[in-house]
């Protein structure tokens, strides 16, 4: 909402500065966001006289004046057609900045003569496209004076964010009672006197709304035959003009300055053109609308419209039409007021793309018990501009009951916002905003003005008093904690969130924060694109469901950044994942992907690609630092189909919990997000971690170490290579479980030795013993139940040496 | 047998000692002269044929002897054993100023590390951590927050819709963290005490708008909390998060439909060659919004609002993550551009901490 100060002034009668204002506007939530003030931006620009003219010696369309500037007198080099001796302009002086160029002036040489400062055309100021000459002001233009308080061109622009609640404050008669209410001046009243016409107008009015009556509640109708439409006068252009409207002709200027100036849309029709008589209806579906915005509509049949016998004139509370618009040749106009459905107005608005300052204002809910004063205005002022004969009102439905009464408890003040306030000056902040309000049994009755629908309850009332005394004037009183030492705001899951994520940047992963959405086709070979899970209304087709997995964006974030030079990427992400459209159908996984190297080429080892072991790595790593025992996990090559089949795994806790899938991406998947691999990655379901029993103790349990040496031995087992590696360390730990303390993989290898389809599989296995050293002979023995062991699991047989 | 006079010997020896070019060398010279068959031990034997007066002049000679030999040899050792060090030493020059084996060094997004400073923040007030799923119903997201279908704030939502469709209502992507307020107090009794941090999302994109942000919500409910508590909990907090003490700052009437009376928070900023420094200076921005929770929405979760009031705020993380560490575009948040990580990311053992400080 765009006013000026001086619009202001025509409702508030104050003293206060234009600073105090705007500090005042904030402070009751009519927050400034722009505040102009074109004399400040025209502050350097002075009424000048050109004394001397003459032509430039070096260039036909250049001349030397010298201009009087009221202080001194200058010499300027001027190039407009209009330059003249004795002429007066405006005189911009070196160092300012012409605001409708951007140039900063400079004394300068122009062909050789020097030229200090500028006289100015209209575009130059900013005012208007005219640059054919300079500003010729008139004879009597006080030489030395700032221009811009003598065109008037002074009125600071305010501009303010009306929030939702506020349809009051979209008309200045509004902002001005919040003002004057807030301590900042008198209220000047303003209200039209009552016309009550000398004839029966020729246009009758209507509302067939059958059944739909609450669309339009109230039509007000007035003929005012013999005017003559022309531009409107200085005031009222430079008023529109200084808000950004444009002004087209007396007639429609008056319906725009009444909508800003007391919230209140009107509509006038060139009266011949309309075919018998106006009513309110829906609009049927089909019909079409050729609005004065030049598009046309086609309506479905929910559209609240005026229309005449031959069809629809506008869309009631949105936009006339443009046969019906007014013209220099109106003789006779017919004036409408009247009260629009909120719902209906924003809801057809919004269906048709059609934005105007009349569906802002009855989208929000314009004044109910202002039809009429509205309707008094627009007489008056085509009266006033235009001439012409007004008749009597006609007039369709009623005024609907707006009159409300709530209860505020002063004490709910104090209760609720902690300010002390005593009644008489609650009384007196409601009565300064319109809200009559006399104590009631205990209370306080309050009736609500028709301006203020947005009132719901008492704590509406108390944030009025508190808004009127000030947010400020609020005590600052800390907030009281239970307890001085703080417990934990944390649950286990959260925590193991934020320990996965450090996990993973502390392992060299960069975390990333990508979409929650993504490309249909990219979800669906991850398990994903269920239609209940696509997006209606997505942001682009790229972004059109929720992911069920996190992988396709990090794989997708890293090609971006193999096209940007950069081919090692760790990426990770912490976030959710969307299986179904319910709250449990969302889940928590850490997942990341590693491309290119993890050993980079360098000087000292060798390079090394990511493998899918990086991957398990990684899994392991946030499962251990969660508290998983990781030594009790099962690896089991059934990971989902978006990992390679030979080359990817689930870490499984027992036979059912899934914690971790892990391996390599499918190169069939890779090439759909077209991303080059080998790419290795891995997804960690933090929700599925078995929680920590609550009644867990700290307590660590005792250190279990033995004072005798363990012994190591190592076997070599050939087995087939379908045999897995843990299979064998398995069989192996569980050989003697007394005396076996460990055992691990250091040496595996295959080759045309060890026969087709075989491979070598080397343990080291660790016996500890605990009573006493073992004898060789206890050794050997533990070396036979081992052999026996892997061979009876795995088939194996152990090489010889 | 003549025996040579022992200062001839000890010259001799001598000199092989401080000849002897190599520990090899000198090994050799200490076995001919102190060895089982060295010329000194030969001399010690022949003390056992001398009679006693002899002995008594002999003996101390010749062990002045072997102990001279002995220590001269020990000397030349350790000048020979330093000299072979050195020459290791030489040997063993590397070039250091080669790079080290190349490490990967992960990072920690701006988002979560700003998450858990307003959490570490709140946490020391008493707030716990609550969270509700992204995908809601148009209950919680917006009738049980006052916003009743036809509500005008709906349409400054722009809400992201779900294609399926249930009983005529179709879910939607949360507009904000505000439905898990509503999740929090249908699911417990008062008193509450939480922060949501959460992921949001509304069909906006452009320079400073994204589909998708982050949010954190705060709700106080209990008996006696009122609009200055309300000041006290925020001031608190925009002051340790900036870490700006004197950090000026406004309380303005605004509107949101699910807080009555409502507020929107300014703090103070000065901008300088196009930098943007919190702290006091000559302009205002905005930083949250925030109320006292209204009546209706009370009453919508069952509670009772003349027994029970609090406040609720909800500011973007993401955008006072950019205040605080001067980060200029929010779209760069969710384009994963390593070079952008690296710069704006934050050390994987950099956990926030009150005790620590907040301020990196």
Redesign the interface.
Known sequence: MKFTLGWLREHLETTASLSEVTDKL????L?VEHLVDPAEQLSAFVIGEVVDCTQHPDADKLKVCKVDTGTETVQVVCGAPNARNGMKGVFAPPGTVVPGTGLHLKKAKIRGVESSGMLCSERELGLSDEHEGIIDLDADAPVGRPFAGYAGLDDPVIEIKI????QDCLGVDGIARDLAAGGLGQVISRRPETISGSYESPIGVARRLDGTEEACPLFVGRYVRGVKNGPSPRWLQDRLRAIGLRPISALVDITNFITFDRGRPLHVFDAETIAGGIHVRLSRAGETLLALDGREYELDDYVTVIADDDGVLAMGGIIGGESTGCTEETQNVFIEAALFD??RT??SG?KHNLISDARYRF??GVDPDAVFAGMDLATQLVLELCGGEASELVVAGAVPEWQRQIELRPARI??????DVPEDKCLKALAALGFGAAPHSGGVRVNIPSWRQDI?????L??EV??IVG??K??????????AV??????AV?RHR?AA?????????????????MPQRFAVPFGGGD??????????AD?DT?RPSILPN?IT??A??VD?G?S????FE???Q?QD???E??STVAAGIRLGH???R????PARAADPFDAKADALAVLSEIGVPVDKLRVVPDAAPWYHPGRSGTLRLGPKTILAAFGEIHPRVLTLLDCEGPCVGFEIHLDAVPQPKREKSTNRGALDVHALQPVDRDFAFVVAETVPAADVVGAAIGANKKLVADAAVFDVFSGASLGDGMKSIAVRVRLQPTDQTLTEAEIESVASQIIEAVTKATGATLRSA | MTMQDPKETEAELVAAVTGAETLEALEQVRVAAIGRKGRVTDLMKSLGAMTPDERRTAGPLLNGLKDRISTAIDTRRAELEEAALEARLQEEHIDLTLPTRPEMVGSVHPVSQVTEEIIAIFADMGFTLAEGPDIEDDFHNFTALNMPPEHPARQMHDTFYLSGEQDGTRKLLRTHTSTVQIRAMMSQPPPHRIIVPGRTYRSDSDITHTPMFHQVEGLVIDRTTHMGHLKGCLIEFVRAFFDVDDLPYRFRPSYFPFTEPSAEMDIGCARSDGELRIGAGDEWLEILGCGMVNPRVLENCGIDPNEYQGFAFGMGIDRIAMLKYGIPDLRAFFDSDLRWLRHYGFSALDVPTLAGGLAR
Not at chain 1, 26 to 29: F, K, N, S, V, W
Not at chain 1, 602 to 605: F, G
């Open positions: 904030t402070a009751l939530g927050e929030t939702p609640n506020r909120p719902i924003a809801m919004r989208e929000r104090h209760q609720l916002v902690g300010l719901d309850g008492e704590a509406d108390v944030e508190a808004r947010y400020d609020i005590p600052t009183v800390p907030l009281e904690k239970d307890r703080t417990l934990p705001a944390l649950t959260q934020v994520r450090r996990t993973l940047a502390s392992r060299g992963l960069q975390e990333c924060v990508t979409w929650s959405f239609p209940a899970l696509g997006l209606l209304n997505p942001i682009s972004l929720m990090l974030a890293a971006r950044n940007r950069i090692d990427l760790a990426l912490v976030g959710p969307f459209d319910t709250p159908g969302q993890a050993v980079p360098n000087w000292n080892t």
